[in-house]
């Protein structure tokens, strides 16, 4: 017996506008991820308003995917991928999101690059909306908040169904939707830009419009849903939650109270709504603390019932600590804060590890949901060197193999997982820090922080490493 099922999708991950470049080709508009300045560890992205002479702007050029895919989805085939999840670009397809028509030139770049995909029998696994909103939308109405850019997003999103009917199986409609119930998410998933926000770090909030825009996703998602079943009744349509595994710092009973809470607010709320379609009962008693009120009519609680999704999927990359009784400084460097684990190892960006933690996550999102699950994102930013042409990366392929040994522990203890994309399988650009240095591709992109180098494509250890893991469904691990 093998312990990953036949047929189980190996593959990895990306987002169009972390890889792609070509910012202001082929007719595409400007999107949120276009005005986002490049920062370091622990020196914030600055956000600005439009595109500003004097600033670098990393996804701007990014890895010119745009230009190599061929060549990088031959890499991939290499490797073995079953699945390849990649993003669409909304602003190639809707510059400024509002338009009647489709931009037929952004279209015919995806026929190709999801051709290319199928010439090699990979299953693209398509993210409808991964940071790249409109920056227009933005300016003209703050982004999501504004109901209208529900029926934008339809339009975009029942464009591509449509065109990818009989090719594209597996849609996302939103990546990490729930980041948005957070300040951080306020203006990549939200479009959400208020006056005095400077960097993507510390944004202005404005909690009551946050949610609104919050609101308006989970709608958007519901209807993009029921739309695409009419379209294709064999589509399946997955969350993506971003999963940070909560754990209590001291078994204090008011942390055990306070953890179980943040992680049903945290991790549980956006797939509750998303999975069983309607809001859960610990968000009445928020929304009521904070004064929100979603305004939801019949017919959107209807639309958010009828439009539930048929598989959970999540990035993971890490666990953190909570404790109200606890006093000490949270894990240094990582964006989403935190406590200390005193037996975690942290990444060199301050994230920390924890394998254990995912074979706990799998069991409890498939204790809750009980449905395919797949792990949407995981993997190792670290920095590579180049030595004698070669990448020896023993710490990714340590990570990778660390977390796949869980993935198999939760599959013998009964979960059902079908898959598996490995983040960033190409270094790209990084979303939290706008920095290439932060690596976690099987390809090295020889590109630095200022987008200067070859942009060559070299194999790293973790290329062949990786490659008999699919070769042997998972069976070959060292
Ligand atoms: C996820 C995002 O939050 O984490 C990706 O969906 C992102 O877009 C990934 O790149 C890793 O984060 P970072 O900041 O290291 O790029």
Redesign the pocket.
């Known amino acids: 017996m093998t312990r990953f099922p036949d047929g189980f999708l190996w593959g990895g991950a990306t987002?169009a506008n972390?890889i792609e470049g070509a910012y202001d080709q082929g007719g595409k508009g400007i999107s949120v991820a276009d005005v986002m300045v490049a920062g370091e560890h622990n020196v914030p992205r600055i956000i600005t308003d439009g595109i500003k002479e004097g600033y670098y702007y990393p996804n701007h050029t990014a890895i010119d995917f745009y230009h190599t895919y061929k060549e990088d989805i031959a890499l991939f085939a290499e490797m073995g991928f079953k699945v390849f999840r990649m993003s669409i670009g909304w602003t190639r397809i809707f510059p400024n999101g509002d338009e009647e028509e489709p931009n037929e030139e952004g279209l015919k770049f995806y026929d190709a690059v999801i051709d290319e995909l199928l010439k090699y029998d990979i299953e693209p696994l398509v993210t409808i909306s991964?940071?790249e909103l409109p920056f227009y939308l933005v300016k003209k109405m703050q982004g999501w908040s504004d109901k209208r850019v529900i029926d934008y997003y339809v339009r975009y999103a029942t464009c591509l169904l449509n065109r990818y009917k009989g090719k594209v199986k597996y849609w996302l409609p939103f990546?990490?939707v729930n980041?948005l119930e957070f300040p951080l998410g306020n203006f990549i998933q939200g479009g959400i830009l208020n006056e005095g926000t400077v960097d993507f770090e510390n944004q202005v909030d404005d909690v009551k419009l946050r949610w609104k825009a919050m609101n308006n996703v989970l709608i958007a998602a519901a209807k993009t849903v029921i739309e695409g079943r009419k379209i294709d009744p064999s589509f399946r349509f997955g969350t993506m939650i971003?999963h940070i595994t909560e754990y209590p710092r001291t078994c204090h009973p008011e942390d055990i109270l306070h953890v179980f809470r943040e992680d049903q607010f945290r991790n549980e709320l956006c797939s509750d709504v998303m999975m069983f379609g309607e809001y859960p009962y610990y968000a009445y008693s928020y929304f009521k603390e904070n004064d929100i009120d979603l305004e939801l009519s019949d017919e959107d609680r209807l639309t958010l019932k009828k439009g539930t999704c048929d598989f959970y999927t999540f990035?993971y990359?890490q666990s953190v600590c909570e404790s109200v009784t606890y006093e000490e400084k949270t894990v240094k460097g990582n964006?989403m804060g935190g406590l200390k684990n005193p037996y975690l190892e942290e990444s060199e960006?301050g994230?920390p590890i924890d394998p254990v933690g995912l074979r706990y996550t799998l069991n409890k999102v498939y204790d809750r949901y009980r449905c395919p699950i797949m792990i949407t994102?995981n993997?190792l930013?670290a920095i590579d060197k180049v030595e004698d042409g070669k990448i020896h990366d023993p710490y990714r392929i340590k990570y990778l193999h660390d977390h796949i040994e869980a993935m198999a522990d939760a599959i013998k203890d009964g979960v059902d997982l079908i898959g598996y994309t490995s983040?960033?399988c190409i270094d790209?650009?990084?979303?939290?820090?706008g920095e290439m240095k932060?690596r976690?591709g099987f390809i090295y992109v020889d590109l630095d922080n200022q987008g200067k180098g070859s942009g060559k494509r070299i194999r790293k250890d973790s290329f062949y490493w990786y490659k008999k893991v699919i070769e042997s469904n998972g069976e070959i691990l060292d």
């Open positions: 987002a972390q991964h940071d990546n990490e980041n971003c990035s990359y964006i960006w994230w994102e993997g930013g983040w960033g790209l650009i990084s979303m939290s820090t932060k976690y």
